[in-house]
């Protein structure tokens, strides 16, 4: 079983991207042998009140076998709690929280609370570093890299949260886990999308440093082509136990 | 069925695939594991199936002069090291000769050295902005030895970047145009900046090929490459990530037929490098 636990649907505000629909997700996991994705509201990102995405998300989640609704909750908006009950009461793998793209602290007494609604309600909390790379970004698009410094901040916010970080570099992923005790890295996943292969090696570095069990597939599609996380997972000589956990295995326990 | 002939002669010979961006270290680079690097870039090209790195050193990679200006002697030692891989891997690697525009006799010389010793191409970084009259003697040369110009771009230039003279598709645009009969390799579309900016650039220059290389893997990049140059016009490579490389190709197995995928995939590299530059040839 291959997850895909980092996929959007819905357009991206600073440029014209193909495939943003249901349809077009699914037509790209069949081209790619992805069984589930794990999917996320894109424009609600940059929305002011990022949950107003959730409802669509659902609907369009609903019914599709393969694809499971990451909601978005904005911890400042009033009511955000009930947004982290509803995506438990749903079903729903995770939740999602961008606080740069938010505009807003990523480390506050907000953002910790909602870490610990997540420890409480069971579910993980996805945080992604960026969307794209900082080199090409529209003029207009300020939102900041989520620093290091504030996901080694939320895991030790709350002893039962569990966080799933998308688009790190090696840098980051080793920054965060060597400065955390092993209980707080175990509680913490990272997808792949953003580490480097060969000749670099920082993939194969980290599964080798940090270790297979604290890696989940992601891609960061349609933003970014998905061929490139399984052409990564190729070029490495892997077990089959240590691939199938990545391609899904370590998701079992951290996600409902 | 397949016939035995044609296994054969499949086997004999499997598909050509040439990273026209690609970078080896050395033992004066700043990088201990420069060994390890290398190695690794060829393991890897091996599982991908590269059949040719065409490659450069950028003089000490930062060790005693930067990256983007090296210095003449770190220049030399480079291309040394470069030559000294090309002669060791003769079925699997090909050099650039690196030279800094700012020392034009010295850029001239290596030029005339590195070609002689069997490099096949000219890379020039972003040591001066590529619309400086300083590049028009390399380009002169290039144009009389038959050989491309591999140009570093940072696709959409919106300032001074340190550590860099860099250049975007506009200012090489205007280098191309004082030399049509060079043909230039704009450096890794997806190696940062704005690849939206570069490819409207580029229409109504036949010279100027696009270099598919960089670690990003946008979507919606390679369709809009296609669009905007064609396929005769696109050069497949890897540069500082061979996993961004090979995920380009098979995505690009999906948009093209099979014949225009072979130009993309080597075709176009054989036409523009001298004759006989590959195996293939």
């Known amino acids: 079983m291959r997850i895909d636990v980092n996929a959007f649907l819905g357009s991206y505000p600073y440029r014209r991207v193909p495939g943003t629909s249901p349809d077009a997700l699914l037509a790209a996991m069949d081209r790619t042998g992805i069984d589930r994705a794990w999917v996320s509201h894109l424009p609600g990102i940059f929305w002011r009140d990022p949950a107003a995405g959730n409802a669509w998300l659902y609907e369009a989640a609903r019914g599709q076998a393969r694809l499971r609704p990451v909601p978005a909750v904005h911890p400042e908006m009033a009511g955000w709690e009930s947004v982290v009950r509803e995506a438990a009461d749903a079903g729903a793998p995770a939740v999602r929280c961008d606080p740069t793209f938010y505009g807003i602290a990523p480390v506050s007494p907000a953002m910790r609370a909602l870490v610990a609604a997540c420890g409480r309600a069971g579910v993980p909390l996805m945080l992604a570093v960026r969307l794209e790379d900082g080199r090409q970004r529209h003029p207009n698009d300020h939102a900041a890299d989520l620093p290091a410094a504030a996901i080694r901040a939320l895991v030790r916010a709350d002893a039962a949260a569990r966080l799933i970080v998308t688009h790190a570099d090696r840098p980051f992923v080793e920054e965060v886990h060597f400065g955390s005790t092993p209980d707080e890295a175990s509680r913490i996943l990272w997808d792949i999308c953003w580490i480097w292969g060969p000749p670099e090696d920082h993939l194969e570095t980290l599964l080798r440093t940090v270790g297979p069990e604290r890696f989940v597939f992601g891609t960061g599609q349609p933003l970014r082509i998905p061929e490139n996380s399984l052409a990564k997972l190729d070029l490495l000589d892997l077990s089959a136990a240590d691939r199938a956990a990545i391609e899904g295995g370590n998701l079992e326990g951290a996600a409902r | ?268 590299a054989a036409r523009i490098f001298p004759p006989g530059a590959f195996p293939s040839d």
Not at chain 2, 16 to 39: G, K, M, Q, S
Not at chain 2, 81 to 107: C, D, F
Not at chain 2, 203 to 227: K, R
């Open chain 2, 1 to 268: 069925m397949v016939s035995h002939d044609l296994t054969r002669r499949l086997v004999r010979f499997p598909p050509v695939l040439i990273d026209v961006h690609a970078h080896f270290l050395h033992d004066r680079t700043p990088r201990a594991d420069w060994r390890e690097r290398n190695a690794s870039r060829l393991r890897a090209g091996e599982r991908v199936g590269i059949t040719i790195h065409v490659a450069s050193i950028l003089g000490s990679w930062g060790h005693t002069s930067p990256i983007y200006f090296p210095s003449r002697d770190d220049l030399v030692y480079g291309n040394d090291r470069m030559l000294a891989l090309q002669r060791e891997h003769p079925a699997r690697i090909r050099g650039y000769v690196t030279v800094n525009p700012n020392y034009t006799e010295h850029a001239l010389a290596e030029i005339r050295r590195c070609l002689d010793a069997g490099m096949i191409g000219i890379k020039l970084a972003a040591s001066r902005r590529a619309d400086d009259p300083l590049l028009d003697p390399i380009c002169a040369l290039a144009r009389e030895r038959g050989v491309p110009i591999l140009h570093h771009i940072w696709q959409h230039r919106r300032r001074d970047y340190p550590g860099q003279e860099a250049s975007d598709a506009v200012e090489l645009g205007r280098l191309a145009r004082r030399h049509k009969s060079v043909n230039f390799l704009l450096a890794h579309i997806g190696g940062g900046g704005d690849w939206t900016h570069t490819l409207p650039v580029l229409g109504d220059m036949p010279n100027v090929l696009v270099d598919l290389s960089g670690s990003g893997v946008d979507g919606g990049m390679l369709e809009a490459c296609i669009g905007a140059v064609g396929v005769e016009r696109l050069l497949w490579g890897c540069d500082l990530t061979i996993e961004t490389g090979w995920a380009k190709l098979r995505y690009l197995e999906h948009l093209l037929s099979p014949a225009d995928l072979d130009l993309v995939r080597w075709r176009n």
